[in-house]
């Protein structure tokens, strides 16, 4: 079966632009969440997809905004970027049906505000 | 406000020491407590996982308790190996909600 995939790997912006980034879950899973990682505050949870729906959110400003496709695939977006996104972003997949699924993680996108 | 402290920030030890790691967390009951572990550049990658019932669980060299009244969680590695080096994250779920700690990074030196 293949992991969690992320596209891109990399990516630099600059202060006040926009990005799209992009999570294909594990084949069958149906709830994507995606973490923000930084060194000073360690991954920090954006929010959480189940079925196309946003089921759970993190403490983040309205920037930062997500959505899931119906094949599970989902997408976060960031506008108008700060110095301070600049961070690992994380999507993880699980079955997501409310008992304790482990998460499965992609390796992530690095993205740099400049 | 609800907090997941995993007391030390990094942690060296000897090969073939046990290595213990800790989970405290205030202002939350989770039903479950998960630990991951995460190499450089890399997402993180479940490794064990422990029910709010449960007071240990083990899986070849690592074992995890789960201490609801001191609201902690250990996580030990036996016989540790330089391979076992790798930041550990505990990870608290509660109701499709799962929130991290901020990772400790172990060192094994040879």
């Known amino acids: 079966k293949a992991g969690v995939t992320q596209t891109p790997r990399y990516l630099i912006k600059t202060r006040g632009q926009q990005v799209t980034l992009s999570c294909s879950p594990i084949?069958?899973?149906?709830?994507v969440s995606w973490y923000q990682q930084t060194p000073g505050q360690g991954l920090q949870f954006l929010f959480e997809?189940?079925?196309?729906?946003?089921?759970n959110k993190g403490n983040f400003p309205g920037r930062f905004s997500g959505r899931q496709f119906s094949n599970s695939r989902s997408e976060m977006n960031v506008s108008t970027l700060e110095l301070g996104d600049s961070a690992l972003y994380l999507c993880?997949?699980?079955?997501?049906?409310?008992?304790?699924?482990?998460?499965?993680f992609g390796n992530g996108t690095r993205l740099t505000v400049t | 406000s609800q907090k997941i402290e995993q007391n030390s920030e990094a942690l060296n030890i000897q090969e073939g020491k046990t290595a213990t790691l800790t989970c405290n967390y205030t202002?939350?009951?989770?039903?479950?407590l998960q630990w991951y572990r995460q190499d450089p550049g890399r997402g993180p990658v479940f490794l064990l996982l422990?029910?709010?019932?449960?007071k240990e669980k083990r899986k070849e060299r690592l074992k995890v308790t789960f201490d609801t009244t001191l609201k902690q969680s250990l996580f030990h590695i036996t016989a540790s190996q330089p391979a076992d080096s790798a930041t550990y994250l505990c990870?608290?779920?509660?109701?499709?909600?799962?929130?991290f700690g901020a990772g400790t990074r172990l060192t094994v030196k040879p």
């Open positions: 993880a997949s699980s079955a997501g049906t409310g008992g304790p699924s482990p998460l499965h």
């Open positions: 084949s069958g899973h149906r709830s």
């Open positions: 997809y189940f079925s196309e729906t946003q089921r």
């Open positions: 202002n939350y009951s989770p039903a479950y």
């Open positions: 422990i029910r709010e019932n449960e």
């Open positions: 990870a608290l779920l509660n109701n499709n909600d799962m929130r």
